[in-house]
């Protein structure tokens, strides 16, 4: 299968050799979304982009990303216009709003158990907030076609086939999602063959990864300290990202400006 503008950053992802390729595209996709937001094209000026920032607003990660990556009159001009929208909302909910009658049965609710879903139209309006982000959204959108993508060449690219299996296997997360997927769009004899691939390469490379962690481990022994780290220096770094993705180790993603 010859190479498609579409198919170049899951290449790319796959032969950096990454714990896992797709955080790799995570991350791409990430920091495209800040320059593209924040970035020296300002499209922060462009109506309709201050239009959806101003909708979505960002997540508690991604506003800490904004102020790290430099424009901060960029970020500031942001802010300015969607906290008119924020205020207006706030207006129209605080008047809409009107506390509940405490009743017997909430008390012994309260004994019981703590509820975690909203009493209260304030705290179901805030939950929106909380769960709304502009870059998050932009990656959620496109992940799934690299999801596509990645099916799509497994099936008809032999060099990429041989990619996925020389890899390091993924993150927990993103081999839950392939997982997923993989038994929604794979045929029955696709299916046999991509998981009798899959599955034992995310068990050994998750016992290569254990392995450098007990190494890393040993090495504070004093014991061990004059030995060699062989390949266990960053497998701190390396196992959060297995655990969860990401990249825990990263500096601050700045402006190039």
């Known amino acids: 299968m010859k190479e498609q503008l579409y198919t170049i950053p899951l290449m790319d992802a796959f032969r950096a050799e990454d714990e896992c390729p797709f955080c790799f595209v995570e991350r791409k996709l990430e920091e495209h979304t800040l320059d593209f937001v924040l970035g020296p094209g300002a499209s922060y000026m462009e109506d309709d982009v201050r239009a959806e920032t101003d909708s979505y607003g960002f997540c508690r990660t991604h506003y800490k990303k904004m102020y790290e990556y ?3 009159l960029g970020s500031g001009l942001i802010m300015k216009t969607h906290f008119q929208k924020l205020n207006k909302e706030l207006d129209e909910q605080i008047k809409m709003f009107a506390p509940s009658r405490a ?3 909430d008390k012994l609710k309260k004994q019981k158990t703590k509820d975690t879903s909203s009493r209260t139209s304030l705290g179901a309006w805030t939950k929106t ?11 959620k959108n496109t992940y799934q076609r690299y999801l596509d993508t990645f099916f799509e060449m497994y099936r008809k690219d ?5 990619l996925f299996r020389s890899s390091k296997g993924f993150c927990i997360p993103h081999f839950g999602d392939l997982a997923e997927e993989g038994d929604r769009v794979l045929s029955d004899k696709e299916k ?3 998981f009798q691939e899959f599955l034992p390469l995310m068990k050994d490379n998750m016992k290569r990864l254990y392995d450098d962690l007990d ?3 040993d090495k504070f022994d004093y014991r061990y300290k004059d030995a060699d780290w062989k390949t266990s220096k960053d497998a701190l770094q390396r196992a959060m990202q297995k655990a969860a993705g990401g990249y825990p180790a990263d500096p601050p993603y700045t402006s190039a400006k």
């Open 70 to 72: 430099g424009n901060r």
């Open 103 to 105: 009743s017997i049965m």
């Open 129 to 139: 907030k909380e769960e709304s982000c502009y870059i998050c959204n932009f990656y």
């Open 158 to 162: 032999a060099s990429f086939k041989e």
């Open 192 to 194: 046999k063959e991509f």
């Open 215 to 217: 190494w890393f481990c």
